[in-house]
């Protein structure tokens, strides 16, 4: 139970949560909680019980009664983020970090008292400023003739995104910009941020116990022009669900903080689509998103290669920006191709209006004709069917185009109707690389000579790791970045969406 709102004064000032029924979120602690409960042994586990395993992590202390102190037995080095620099045998009082040191005797104190384990967490703070959560657990340990006096000790650190600046910032226009990236997105918020000579600005993210999250700018925002990146897809121990959640709670923060503008920037947005009924009774995600974000304060919202741009811009209320990065691919794949003849495939017709401007842009940088095909699909709860083809693919290298990657069937059924038509070599070209479920399998059983996608989606390290030399990633952080640039200062994005970014290959 969380039971700090019933303690004393001063364990409140030292810690913004106290549980007596601990459920720890962090593996360090986590580790040392399940140690001591499967050695406990009567009232606690003595310190012989847990010692191997503090070879590893964590730490305890001795209590020394006569002196109201406690003294390092082991882990000094998995302490020192709270004490400083102690060597084991030293004191607490002796620790040079004296706030660090009032923490852990406090919290000693209280699991000797109970008798039980105790889980805080707290905020450490440096110069004034906030820069890691802290979880910290202590759990009693038995002595020798059975009585409590000594503590087995964990703790979990989680840094805040509190990145070192970048070279100064040109001027944008007369606001400061102000740019924050959430979660997985933060390697592509770092790209951007560089190609606009920003620094990403610090902020904290924290997961619960039961899962839920606590996000919060970690600089003032007030009168501020603020882009928040976040691509909502969804990943091993984060769902698109749980990172829409995130964000628009991320953009109420900031509005509340007096941000003069906030826009949501998702290069991926997810529950894109369903954006109409095909059934009676279906929900219309899409619109509901857009209502959630319109809710919270967004001001705007930007997004590359939306699954219906009419759609999406007709969901929102507020200006809604639908970048591309056909360019970026068909730039990609012209130098790929040469001289090989082409022809560009939609995977369902559906997306036939998509490959065919793909095709038009990649025949003017080739500057010979392309060919184009489709295949017929049609999706029913959850199954796909559908074997038509319509194309001229024989004897052509052909690219299968699509916006996202999913679970890889869409894409595979189309790799193997090409190439049964004659098809020379297969490349998948998506801007989505969400790569779910049994994709890896679906699409290693395809005829697939290459696929690439861009960084819209973080980059599955195992999944490229395996897929060398066939999975190819192009970057979207100047697209992204050339566009918040002119959003910011007034700029043209049509022009944007026409060109692509400069230098981009």
Known sequence: MTTLAETQPFLKRLFERLDLAPQPIGAETKHALDHWRTTRRGVAPTFADVVADLRHSGFAFRAVPEARDYEIVIGAKAVAPLLGDVAEGARLSEAPDRRGAVRLRRLFDEALRIGEPALVQ??????????????????????????????LGAMSIQRFETPAPARAAPPLGDETIIMFALGSSRALGERVARELGLALAPHEERRFEDDERKVRPLIGVRDKDVYVISSLDGEAGDSGADKLIRLLFFIGALRDAGAARVTAVAPYLSYARKDRRTKPLDPVATRYVAQLLEGVGAHRIVTIDAHNVAAFENAFRIESVALDAQALLARYLAHRLGAEPVAVVSPDLGGEKRAELFRQRLETLLARPVAKGFMDKHRSMGEISGEIFAGDVAGRAVVILDDLISSGGTMARAAHACR??????????????????????ALRMAPIDEIVVTDTVAPREALAQRWRGRLVTLGVAALLAEAIARLHGGGSIDELLETGPKGAP
């Open 122 to 151: 707290f905020t450490l703070v440096e110069n004034g400023r906030d820069r890691a959560g802290v979880e910290l657990l202590a759990a009693p340990l038995a002595l020798a003739d059975g009585a409590l006096g000594a503590v």
């Open 420 to 441: 049964t038509h004659g098809a020379t070599r297969i490349v998948l070209a998506a801007t989505h690389g969400l790569f779910a479920r049994d994709a890896e399998t």
